[in-house]
């Protein structure tokens, strides 16, 4: 599930949208970081969700044509929380327990990292909620959260944020560790963006 219903204020266009791979690299013609996510995703989940806001008139193309579905959040000014509850209720209704779930304002994470994420939920026991990736002591997206924690963020209140409930169940998620700077990107200001793209990309793995 890709969380893209931000209007992207400090960004001035939309981030979903941005390009990449960026221009001349390997895999690089007409993809966006919204096109690049639902790749990355299509190959490890057995459908791909986008949550979108006011953007749907620009987003639905990519989206469809990308092989993902779209569901609409119908107050997007009330945060990207409200997006996760709207997606999280839409995978419910799709008869799914589980979900990977990413920002759209970041490069897509390597296969490996998604591998490592699925691999280790689907070892884990009872007791383990979600798994997060952990690169060099920071956590990042995206997160894989089963039933349990599915239904923990849909009784939290509008107001609430992912990380708080995450800290209220720490005891719940299990931190999986990978090489991969890309799980802890976050793109908000064309500064950002510049900055991404003056960087060496890691090799895929």
Not at 26 to 54: C, E, P, R
Not at 55 to 71: F, Q
Not at 72 to 97: H, T, Y
């Amino acid at each position: 599930m890709i969380l893209a219903a931000g209007e992207s204020t400090r960004m001035g266009s939309d981030k979903a949208l941005l390009p990449w791979p960026p221009s001349g690299a390997a895999g690089s013609s007409g993809k966006t970081f919204l096109s690049a996510a639902i790749q990355a995703l299509n190959a490890h989940n057995d459908m791909v969700i986008v949550v979108v806001g006011q953007n749907e008139p620009s987003l639905s193309p990519v989206v469809y044509a990308t092989g993902a579905s779209l569901v609409r959040n119908p107050s997007p000014e009330q945060g990207q929380f409200s997006s996760l509850q709207v997606g999280l209720r839409e995978v419910l209704k799709r008869g799914r327990d589980a979900a990977m779930v990413t920002p759209v304002d970041r490069p897509p994470v390597q296969a490996s990292t998604l591998e490592s994420l699925r691999a280790t939920f689907e070892a884990s026991a009872d007791s383990v909620w979600a798994v997060v990736p952990e690169y060099r002591g920071r956590h990042g997206h995206p997160i894989l959260v089963g039933r349990e924690m599915i239904e923990i963020f849909l009784r939290a209140p509008a107001t609430a944020t992912a990380r708080e409930i995450e800290h209220q169940y720490q005891l719940r998620i299990q931190y999986v560790s990978v090489d991969d700077p890309f799980i802890a990107s976050n793109v908000d200001t064309p500064q950002d963006y510049q900055a991404l793209l003056a960087q060496d990309l890691p090799q895929p793995k």
